[in-house]
């Protein structure tokens, strides 16, 4: 089992920035790829980006490239979510997830975080 525990969600202006942190326990948190999911009210929880175990590889949908960067410390048993140029379209409650393999859908990854609330205001 792994446990997740997102925080740093909050209310910014648009063009603000916010960093998410998710802290994991439990299994080695060195042996899963990390990745990051929105879903805003009424709609589908969408891929936001991914990083690999090393850190060597990380993935970003097009709606967040050139604005988010995912990172990890694996010393620390965290991923992080860096989110610069914030737009009210970024509006999400954002969880982070756990997996052996990397995939962009949301049904492969085993391990969910409860979620942190993010909240852009025009």
């Known amino acids: 089992q792994v446990q997740l525990v997102e925080s740093g969600g909050g209310l910014v202006q648009a063009g603000g920035s916010l960093r998410l942190s998710c802290a994991a326990s439990?299994?080695?948190?060195?042996?899963?790829?990390m990745g990051w999911f929105r879903q805003a009210p009424g709609k589908e929880r969408e891929f936001v980006a991914a990083i690999r175990r090393s850190g060597g590889s990380t993935y970003y949908a097009d709606s967040v490239k050139g604005r988010f960067t995912i990172s990890r410390d694996n010393a620390k048993n965290t991923v992080y979510l860096q989110m610069n140029s914030l737009k009210p379209e970024d509006t999400a409650v954002y969880y982070c997830?756990?997996?052996?393999?990397?995939?962009?859908?949301?049904?492969?990854?085993?391990?969910w975080g409860q979620g942190t609330q993010v909240t852009v205001s025009s």
């Open positions: 439990g299994r080695p948190f060195s042996s899963y790829v």
């Open positions: 997830a756990a997996d052996l393999a990397f995939s962009s859908s949301p049904g492969p990854y085993d391990y």
